[in-house]
């Protein structure tokens, strides 16, 4: 197989240059868009459907959502997640066996169900759901303009990736976009990376992971990347990062092109 090693940018981050890089992953929530912004909503209405399905009330609400990941009285989502960093069936597994606990046995159909239920509902949502985080679509306006490849790898379904990124208008400037159902292993496992550079015939130290939890800069080390920037706008701190790389910057727009 041919490697497509056209070097086409080099990347400021704080003090350090990345030099010759022509392919730039970016995780989606906390990286690209508001992280809590989305998946507190998107929590809170499948802890609805569940809680009116079994009859539970709004303290339950909030303790499913607990579970999933969302802590609503701290208004963030944990940092061990499951939503967030890890894949649906784990965040719909926590939710069942939530359940369970309260002797709600057997849930996960309905839970199922819910999920997808929750998905048709989104899509008319998206206006309410998507924020952009600033410096996105500049940034990737940027790599466009210089012909740097760009992807997306998020621990959403593939699907709901693409819905989130034609609302946004971006799905004609990325080159490829892999959701965690679309590999064997999630993240940190390197596998939606491996797939990245597998279809666009990039070369992984040519290529560098931009994202927001431990488990992106994890993926992107476990790839052997030549760079991976962390960006303190999603579910991880900075502390935490920084253990990972030393390419942590507050946000996505203190990334510069040269």
Not at 124 to 130: A, H, P, Q
Request: negative net charge.
């Amino acid at each position: 197989m041919q490697i497509w090693s056209l070097y086409v940018v080099d990347l400021k981050i704080n003090d350090n240059i990345i030099e010759n890089i022509n392919l730039v992953i970016f995780d989606r929530d906390g990286t690209l868009i508001d992280l809590y912004h989305y998946w507190s909503q998107m929590i809170a209405k499948r802890a609805e459907l569940i809680c009116n399905r079994f009859k539970l009330n709004e303290e339950d609400k909030t303790a499913l959502m607990f579970a999933m990941g969302v802590d609503v009285k701290a208004g963030q989502l944990r940092s061990e997640g499951p939503v967030g960093i890890k894949k649906r069936e784990i965040v719909m597994q926590a939710a069942v066996d939530q359940l369970a606990v309260w002797g709600i046995i057997d849930a996960g159909l309905v839970c199922f169900e819910i999920f997808k239920e929750v998905d048709q509902w989104s899509t008319d949502m998206l206006g309410e759901l998507i924020k952009p985080l600033p410096g996105a679509k500049e940034l990737i306006d940027v790599l466009l303009s210089r012909d740097c490849k760009i992807a997306i790898a998020t621990t959403d379904r593939e699907e709901r990736a693409k819905i989130s990124m034609d609302f946004l208008a971006l799905t004609d400037k990325l080159d490829y976009i892999v959701g965690a159902d679309s590999v064997k292993k999630s993240k940190p496992a390197p596998d939606m990376i491996n797939l990245i550079l597998k279809e666009l015939k990039a070369d992984k130290l040519a290529a560098v992971m931009v994202g927001d939890a431990e488990t992106d800069i994890q993926m992107g080390n476990n790839a052997g990347l030549k760079a991976c920037i962390a960006v303190c706008t999603g579910i991880s701190s900075r502390s935490r990062l920084a253990e990972l790389t030393e390419l942590v910057v507050e946000d996505i727009s203190k990334i510069l092109v040269s």
